[in-house]
């Protein structure tokens, strides 16, 4: 169990100075008891203080590295129940299933084709699960073999033979690859594998009891280094048990169960396959291991976890200022939109489509939408014309003609007093640029 507010109050300096964002340290010492703050943000703790409250400033869940150098990610961190309560940390590590007894090479390819883009930020899936399907360990060190020099990805060791996985870690340790799986049958030498080789572990228990247990005997011998599976596979008792592990982790700081999880979605059918994965996603698998390496059936998958895992209090935004759509020149025609990230794009790619090249001036609304921002007094007619005049936009075209958005109409004559521009109503939603463009502007 953490330490109580008022215990960790006792070992603060009490000067009430504030630098920790709170009114006083009493308010800090029940925030830190609840995870919701680091105990580095005190400037005055002492050294003494801050050796007794480390199991009350770490998160509830550990922070777990998996990988070396620039493909390293972490897992867990979590504090968070709930992502509007703060948010979530570290976003689902995905990973695809590769058979050991398969053609490696193929489905490689399809991994390491798997990149996207969407609304200016880029996806891809981190790491391979190798299977030994083969049962064989030469087979599957022979496959890690092919993993390595076929892939840059992070990788995921699936056995439970002590033997394989030793053979596979020759090759692959110093890719820090997750060693999986310790069971009750084979902790103790797994556990020495991972330790030895500085690899994280999973720990698969056959229900949450069982995996408590399993997960303390691996602490006893000095590992923590961990990702856990309560063992389940039936995707009902999987929802059941990722969740128990994150609230008892959270709200009951229960030690076994502090640590990243991993689930696995696994269906004949690859859109069920998708929903499954979506559901552990969503609460709370830290990794997702799945089967599918289609890009239709993953880029709505890596699409939520991009909008579950942005923080809900910072809003995606671009930088705002005056962007290009293709090569505009001197005669080209000028839109303008806020900084929301989806606005922007949904506009640039609709002007893109329209085949008639364009600036776009993008206002900073602190990446609010049109409407939103509108309301907050954020995307208004003075705001426009400073944005015209910051960018030296007069300067870069022969007219002074500039397309604002449908839906804020109203701001026509106030923008044209304010600006000196003249101002032309464009659709109210994006997908009407295209035809406005060719009926209004060529």
Known sequence: MGLTGLEIFKHLPKTNCKECGFPTCLAFAMALAGGKTSLDQCPDVSEEAKEALASAAAPPI????????????????????????????????????????????????????????????????????????SGEASTFKSAAEKVAGGTDKNVVLIS???????????????????????????????????????????????????????????????????????????????????????????????????????????????????????????????????????????????????????????????????????????????YCTTNFSLTYFLVEGEVDASRIPAYILCVDTGGTSVLTAYADNRFTAEKIAEGIKATGLEEKVNHKNIVIPGLVAVLKGALEEESGWEVTVGPREAAGIVKFAKEKLS
């Open 62 to 133: 550990r922070k777990v590295k998996m990988g070396a150098g620039e493909k390293e990610v972490e897992m867990g961190d979590e504090t968070e129940l709930f992502r509007h309560d703060k948010r979530f940390e570290n976003p689902t590590v995905i990973a695809i299933k590769v058979k050991d007894n398969e053609d490696i090479d193929a489905k490689l390819n399809n991994i390491n084709d798997l990149y996207f883009e969407r609304v200016g930020q880029e996806f891809e899936v981190e790491a391979v699960a190798l299977l030994n399907e």
């Open 160 to 334: 439970e033979d002590p033997a394989a996985m030793e053979g596979a870690l020759e090759v692959l340790a110093d890719r820090k690859p997750l060693v999986y799986a310790a069971t009750k049958d084979n902790y103790e030498k797994m556990t020495e594998l991972a330790q030895s080789k500085g690899c994280p572990l999973g720990v698969k228990g056959d229900n949450l009891n069982d995996l408590a247990e399993l997960v303390n005997k691996v602490l006893e011998k000095g590992y923590r280094e961990l990702v856990i599976d309560s063992g389940s596979r039936d995707t009902s008792q999987v929802l059941a048990d990722l969740n128990q592990i994150r609230r008892q982790a959270i709200k009951k700081k229960f030690r076994p169960f502090g640590f990243p999880t991993i689930a696995f979605a696994s269906k004949d059918d690859p859109q069920e396959e998708l929903i499954q994965g979506g559901v552990y996603l969503s609460k709370y698998a830290s990794m997702l291991v799945l089967e599918t390496d289609k890009k239709e059936h993953l880029l709505p998958l890596v699409s939520w976890r991009f909008n579950l895992f942005t923080d809900p209090q910072k809003p995606v935004q671009v930088e705002a200022g005056l962007h290009k759509v293709g090569e505009p020149k001197e005669n080209s025609p000028v």
